[in-house]
Structure formats: structure tokens, C-alpha cells
């Protein structure tokens, strides 16, 4: 059965930095396509970020470029996004997506693990 599960959010200020995880198990992260997703406040889930590790793909949302940093580990079977210079609009859940191809899209995945929040304050 797959499951992923999130951690790492929490509360920083604005230009801090946080390390988001995806923990899977039921398959391989190096095998299938791993996405983050953000929902803000009162917003609908846009894509942040996707990696494929078996063709080193990945892909970043406008608003990310250049200071988030998608990542995968298949000894931990984990995938993590390394967010730098945070800003107050990067606020809201963040969730991992599987089971697709990359795309920032969220009908292209197929499970979704239950979200981690991140609060930047101003």
C-alpha cells in the first residue's frame, strides 16, 4: 500500500529557511515521479515542484525558482524540498504527490499524503 507522509513545516520568519520530507513506502521514490504542492490560505493546491530520479527531470513553479530545491534519497526512500528566503505568500500546507509523471499539475498523480504547514511570518 503507498503511503506518503510529510514533515519538516513549522513557523519561520521571512528569509528563514525550512527542509520539507516525504517519507514513502510502498514503493520506490527512485522508481516513480514525487511532487510538492501548496495550498494557501483560502487558495486552491498549486504545484511547487516534481522529480523523476530516474531521468533526473525535475521542474519548479515560476515562483519558487531559485530559492526551492526539490531533492530525493532513495536510501531513506524520501524526497524533500529545501526552501531558502522564504516569503509571507509561501504560507499554507504543503503536500506530497506520487504516482505520475512530472508535471505541476495535480491530476497527473495518483496519492497524496496528508500536507505539513509552513507559516512564514513578515
Known amino acids: 500500500e503507498v503511503h506518503l507522509v510529510e514533515s519538516g513545516g513549522g513557523l519561520v520568519q521571512a528569509g528563514g529557511s525550512l527542509r520539507l520530507s516525504c517519507a514513502a513506502s510502498?514503493?520506490?521514490?527512485?522508481?516513480?515521479?514525487i511532487a510538492w504542492f501548496h495550498r494557501a490560505p483560502g487558495k486552491g493546491r498549486e504545484g511547487v515542484s516534481c522529480i523523476t530520479s530516474s531521468d533526473g527531470r525535475t521542474d519548479y513553479a515560476d515562483s519558487v525558482k531559485g530559492r526551492f530545491t526539490i531533492s530525493s534519497d532513495s536510501g531513506k526512500n524520501t524526497v524533500y524540498l529545501q526552501m531558502n528566503s522564504l516569503k509571507p505568500e509561501d504560507t499554507g500546507v504543503y503536500y506530497c504527490?506520487?504516482?505520475?509523471?512530472?508535471?505541476?499539475?495535480?491530476?497527473?498523480?495518483?496519492?497524496w499524503g496528508q500536507g505539513t504547514q509552513v507559516t512564514v511570518s513578515s
Open positions: 510502498g514503493f520506490t521514490v527512485d522508481r516513480y515521479t
Open positions: 504527490a506520487a504516482y505520475g509523471f512530472c508535471s505541476l499539475s495535480s491530476s497527473s498523480y495518483s496519492y
